[in-house]
């Protein structure tokens, strides 16, 4: 999406993660990021459509970007974040009775345990020079949001509860989540992340299939009767490989679970940023991940062939889409 230089690109002190870092550049400067305590509404477009705010195709961000408005920057509504000393938690859901992604574990695990390319990425996400961009942000008191992501556990659904029909609704999702609380396979926390992940052929959400392909991943939230809780639809990427993933070579064995982590990377710095979608957005509505959707900053080749722009602490090559810096004039960047 947008190819902004931020002011600055640096590493956050006593990072874990070894990071190639990439300038990221463009001819287009924004102004100055305002925060603003006031619950105005902007002028939104159909991200924050309802409560679901959707992760388009490429060609969408293409074609928006191709007239997009200059110097635009992000602002705060007053909505929630969560911010310090909440700390961002994920829970993955693999929704289905077989195999979705390479080495996947059966029933329930903490997410240490997870033993997919989307475990060892989730739990290296925290404490890493990308995700530092998302304590650039704030909530209504001030405090910033923490470079730290706890991959609190995993379920593989199984034979557990109904696997995914055709084409899944979101009250669906908040059952699923609903029944993995009441079977205590999941807990409930306020401060999580539910991604719910399906196999190929799922129309996850009722806008990901061929006649109809809207979106490649969303966030959103529902009530369950413990309290409200935030989900992500992270249907199967793979299936559109051409409006869902980045169309170089992975440089990791699972082609599928690598074209996941881009857009999972992309609904937990939103969800985190904007949870309600009453938080961080810009005039067009757009959160940070939204700024600089399917954008990549420098590439480097993998010793696997692969594409990849980070290297994380596991030791593993990823290529994941840029994120907004909220400091100085803002910008497109992989770290801060």
């Not at 970007?65 to 602002?75: E, F, K, L, S, V």
């Amino acid at each position: 999406m947008s190819r902004f230089t931020p002011a600055f690109c640096r590493l956050a002190a006593g990072a874990v993660v070894a990071l190639t870092f990439t300038a990221c550049a463009d001819t287009h400067a924004p102004t100055g990021v305002v925060a603003s305590g006031s619950s105005a509404a902007a002028d939104k477009v159909q991200e924050l459509n309802d409560t679901k705010h959707v992760f388009h195709t490429k060609d969408f961000y293409a074609k928006t970007n191709a007239a997009r408005p200059q110097n635009t920057g992000i602002t705060y509504h007053g909505g929630t974040v969560i911010a310090g000393p909440a700390v961002t938690k994920i829970v993955a859901i693999y929704w289905g009775t077989g195999t979705i992604y390479q080495s996947q574990a059966t029933g329930t695990g903490s997410g240490a345990a997870d033993p997919t390319l989307i475990g060892s990425f989730l739990r290296s996400l925290g404490g890493s020079p990308y995700f530092n961009i998302n304590s650039t942000y704030y909530n209504a008191a001030g405090s910033h949001v923490l470079n730290q992501v706890q991959y609190t556990s995993f379920w593989s659904t199984g034979t557990d509860v109904a696997p995914p029909s055709g084409s899944v609704t979101d009250a669906q999702m908040v059952s699923l989540i609903q029944q993995g609380i009441n079977l205590g396979k999941i807990a409930y926390d306020p401060n999580t992340v539910y991604a719910i992940f399906s196999g190929n052929g799922v129309n996850l959400g009722g806008g990901f299939s061929s006649a109809s392909l809207q979106y490649c991943a969303y966030h959103t939230h529902g009530a369950t009767a413990q309290g409200n809780v935030y989900f992500a639809a992270m249907p199967y990427n793979q299936q559109f490989p051409s409006s869902c993933t980045s169309g170089l070579a992975s440089p990791n064995a699972d082609v599928a679970a690598n074209s996941e982590v881009n857009t999972l990377a992309h609904e937990i710095e939103e969800t985190t940023t904007d949870a309600m979608g009453n938080a961080w957005y810009d005039s067009r509505g757009y959160e940070n991940a939204d700024k600089c959707a399917w954008t990549w900053g420098t590439t480097f080749t993998a010793p696997t062939g692969g594409t990849y722009n980070m290297k994380l602490a596991d030791g593993k090559y990823y290529l994941v889409q840029r994120n907004w810096v909220n400091s100085g004039s803002g910008g497109c960047a992989i770290s801060f």
